[in-house]
């Protein structure tokens, strides 16, 4: 009998209905805090996820807003620049013919006018700067030639670096993606960064070319917001190890090493308040990562500069991971 009655006092049923109802409540409220602390933590993140996700898209909208607004003007200005072409073509034919011309009448009135009407004409010819006029001409038609094919280049660019037509992977040549990038972003470059390229022969990739000119343009575009005055930008590009490498590499001011590891994190900057979202390198480290399974990855010491690397898996057209 006095065994059942401490094995009845150690039960936890009599322990539960005999215990301090304070110290009952007090562990109910604990638990209830430890809970409530719990959800607020699952709350919180899922706010943040909410937010960058919410981020990311209306940047990824953005983008596309800029795509198709690029697209719409490389279209437009297109149709006008094929009219001056032609138009100045046509133009230089007519200027060597006025010139050609304008000789068999000198030869015609050396051989017919007397000494007084060549000398008359000689005159006129010196008075009207004949010969100056219509080399000038030659020469403002050629220059004008030059800067529509220097348009033209600026839209085949523009069209390139668009490219609101390819949802889908495609087979691309990265030189090609860079290059184009490169002259939308030269604007900002040209002023003080002495731009090197390196690229080494490529093959075709299968992939986002929109979304890769992206990732290409917030890495030039860091790297020169790193150089203060005047720097060295070099962009190298190579095949190895079934993939494709591109190095971007700057001599600005350099990372410290303690904002390397959250490099990559969404809303992370060191810019000043109003100069950068935080989001650039975050989507530019997706689109690498999620989007083509491949790697960027950053390397730099302060006051000599850093290099960006993003590496793309050499994909097959056709094949399952394409």
């Not at 620049?81 to 000789?103: H, P």
């Not at 015609?108 to 008075?127: C, F, I, S, V, Y």
């Not at 050629?142 to 660019?157: D, T």
Request: aromatic share 6%; glycine share 6%; net charge negative.
């Amino acid at each position: 009998f006095a065994q059942k009655i401490r094995n009845c006092l150690e039960c936890k049923v009599y322990k539960g209905a005999t215990r301090d109802p304070i110290e009952q409540i007090g562990e109910q409220f604990n638990n209830m805090m430890f809970i409530l602390e719990a959800k607020n933590h699952e709350l919180e993140e899922a706010y943040n996820e909410l937010k960058l996700t919410q981020s990311k898209i209306l940047q990824q909208e953005k983008m596309a807003s800029i795509g198709q607004l690029a697209a719409g003007v490389a279209h437009e200005i297109n149709n006008p620049i094929g009219f001056v072409n032609s138009n100045l073509c046509t133009l230089k034919k007519y200027t060597a013919r006025l010139g050609e011309f304008i000789e068999v009448q000198a030869k015609l009135l050396a051989a017919l006018g007397t000494a007084a009407t060549q000398e008359e004409h000689a005159e006129a010819r010196k008075k009207f700067k004949i010969d100056y006029v219509l080399q000038d001409i030659a020469d403002l038609v050629e220059e004008s030639l030059e800067g529509v094919e220097r348009v033209r280049k600026i839209v085949a660019n523009l069209k390139t670096f668009s490219r609101v037509d390819q949802a889908e992977k495609k087979a691309s040549d990265l030189n090609e993606c860079l290059e184009s990038t490169i002259n939308i972003v030269w604007n900002e470059l040209k002023y003080k960064v002495e731009l090197k390229r390196e690229y080494g022969e490529l093959p075709l990739i299968v992939c986002y070319p929109q979304q890769l000119n992206q990732v290409f343009m917030n890495l030039l575009m860091n790297a020169a917001q790193a150089i203060a005055d005047h720097g060295e930008i070099t962009v190298r590009t190579w095949p190895e190890g079934g993939a494709v490498h591109v190095a971007v590499t700057d001599t600005g001011c350099g990372i410290p090493a303690e904002n390397l590891p959250r490099l990559f994190e969404p809303f992370f900057t060191t810019k000043e308040v109003g100069k950068g979202t935080g989001l650039g390198l975050s989507i530019a480290y997706d689109i690498v990562t999620k989007q083509h399974h491949g790697e960027l990855s950053v390397t730099s010491e302060v006051g000599k500069g850093t290099t960006f690397l993003v590496t793309i898996p050499i994909v097959e057209e056709g094949s399952a991971d394409a």
